[in-house]
Nanobody
C-alpha cells in the first residue's frame, strides 16, 4: 500500500526553525516527484516545494523561497522539509505528496498520494 506519514510539526516562535519528515513506502518514494503542500484554515492548499526522483531539480513557492529546503533520501524512504526563518503566516497543516508523472507541479490536483498532514504553528 502506498503510504506517506508526516512528522516533525509543532509550535515555534517567529524566526525559528523546524524540520518536517515524510516517511514513505518504497512505492511512494519511487514516485517521480515528491512535494510538500500546506493549508491554513480558510485558505486554499498552497504549494510549498517539490523535488524530482533523483533530487536534481527542486522548486519552491514564492512565499517560502530562500527559507525552506526540500530534500529526499530514497535509500531511507524519506522526504524532508527544512523550515527556517519561520513567520506567523507559515502556520498551516503541512502535507507530503507524491506524483506519479515526471513533471513537477505546483497544483495539488496533480498529485496522486497524500499523507495526513502535520501541524506547524508559528507564534508572533
Amino acid at each position: 500500500q502506498v503510504q506517506l506519514v508526516e512528522s516533525g510539526g509543532g509550535l515555534v516562535q517567529a524566526g525559528g526553525s523546524l524540520r518536517l519528515s515524510c516517511a514513505a513506502t518504497e512505492l511512494a518514494i519511487s514516485s517521480n516527484v515528491m512535494a510538500w503542500f500546506r493549508q491554513a484554515p480558510g485558505k486554499e492548499r498552497e504549494f510549498v516545494a517539490a523535488i524530482t526522483w533523483n533530487g536534481d531539480r527542486t522548486s519552491y513557492g514564492d512565499s517560502v523561497k530562500g527559507r525552506f529546503t526540500i530534500s529526499r533520501d530514497n535509500s531511507k524512504n524519506t522526504v524532508s522539509l527544512q523550515l527556517n526563518s519561520l513567520k506567523p503566516e507559515d502556520t498551516a497543516v503541512y502535507y507530503c505528496a507524491a506524483k506519479a508523472s515526471s513533471s513537477p507541479s505546483s497544483s495539488y490536483t496533480r498529485y496522486d498520494y497524500w499523507g495526513q498532514g502535520t501541524q506547524v504553528t508559528v507564534s508572533s
